[in-house]
């Protein structure tokens, strides 16, 4: 019997984390999917504030990647943002993401979405052995990450889902902007103006 369709017990929440610097369609396609897969309710995209593992490099302005993230996500009934990372002061710890969208969402079962590659990062994240219980953890398929054969995950704590393969990356998309380089079609066209209106990544 099919449970698609809010008939769940507990409200089915995502989490996109992410510095979306800026957001591009991979970040969008990883969120749909597992909303489909999972039956999500809701999937609350999150931009971090100061990236624990991005401190040596430079990173756009939070509101800039708030906004864009915004715009990005505008059109989908089911996808929201969240200022919790940027408006906490100091380096971002998906631990206290997790902790403060648990607790604004009490009785939510929650789904912390990643990447191939992110998820190699997670047994280094603070407090990592505590993430298990405030979340499903949920790592999808990138071009040119394998699933990380040296890291152990624990015991059926991450799903992996295979999704769509787009080879599109932020750092990427910067370089483009850079360079004049078209981004059309590599984030969505709003973000492609908003690039363009302030003069990011020139
Ligand atoms: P950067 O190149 O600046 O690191 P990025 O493209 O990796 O940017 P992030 O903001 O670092 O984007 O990633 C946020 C999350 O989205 C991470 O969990 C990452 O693994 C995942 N992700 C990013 N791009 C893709 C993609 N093309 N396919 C699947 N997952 C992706
Ligand atoms: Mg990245």
Not at 16 to 32: E, K, Q
Not at 70 to 80: C, D, G, L, Q, Y
Not at 133 to 157: I, N
């Amino acid at each position: 019997l099919s449970t698609r369709g809010n008939r769940h017990a507990r409200p089915r929440i995502g989490i996109m984390g992410g510095t979306f610097d800026p957001i591009h369609n991979g970040h969008l396609v990883a969120a749909s999917e597992v909303a489909w897969v999972y039956d999500l309710d809701e999937v609350i995209f999150v931009p971090t504030g100061r990236p624990v593992f991005k401190l040596d490099k430079k990173v756009t302005n939070a509101e800039d990647r708030y906004l864009m993230t915004v715009i990005a996500t505008a059109s989908n009934p089911k996808f929201t943002v969240s200022r919790v990372d940027i408006d906490r002061p100091g380096i971002t710890y998906t631990i206290d993401t997790l902790r403060d969208i648990r607790a604004q969402h009490p009785d939510a079962e929650l789904f912390f979405i990643t990447g191939a590659d992110a998820v190699a990062e997670i047994m280094q994240w603070k407090d990592a052995e505590h993430m298990w219980d405030l979340a499903h953890f949920v790592a999808v398929t990138r071009p040119g990450y394998s699933s990380p054969a040296g890291v152990k995950l624990p015991e059926g704590k991450v799903d992996t889902l295979e999704i769509p393969a787009l080879a599109i990356s932020s750092t990427d998309v910067r370089r483009r902007a850079e360079h004049g380089e078209p981004v059309w079609y590599l984030v969505p066209d709003g973000v492609v103006q908003y690039i363009g209106k302030h003069g990011l990544y020139r």
